[in-house]
């Protein structure tokens, strides 16, 4: 069974930063894909970042130049470095990895005050 667990969700003011990290577990080797979407409530989910096993990395447009993911394929670990954090960043944060089928996470909230 595979589980993909986040953490590092929280409160954070305007301007703050937060990280968040990703963990998979159980048998699933070979990811080619490991990124991060959100949902907010009432709206539908978006992408955030996603990282390929060769290293290209795509962004959704709300946040380039202020979050940056990163991965490490042998730990199969991802980490979402958000900065500059904006109130329309409040979400719930899902990581997801790709390998053949799409595994996600549970999500973790991320709330930022004005």
């Known amino acids: 069974q595979v589980q993909v667990v986040e953490s590092g969700g929280g409160f954070v003011q305007t301007g703050g930063s937060l990280r968040l990290s990703c963990v998979v577990r159980?048998?699933?080797?070979?990811?080619?894909?490991m990124g991060w979407y959100r949902q907010a409530p009432g709206q539908q989910r978006e992408l955030v970042a996603t990282?390929?096993?060769?290293?290209?990395?795509e962004y959704g447009d709300g946040v380039k130049g202020r979050f940056t993911i990163s991965r490490d394929n042998a730990k199969r670990t991802s980490d979402l470095q958000m900065n500059s954090l904006r109130p329309e960043d409040t979400a719930v944060y899902y990581c997801?990895?790709?390998?053949?089928?799409?595994?996600w996470g549970q999500g973790t909230q991320v709330t930022v005050s004005s």
């Open positions: 997801v990895a790709c390998r053949g089928a799409y595994y």
């Open positions: 159980g048998k699933l080797l070979g990811i080619t894909l």
């Open positions: 990282l390929t096993s060769g290293g290209v990395t």
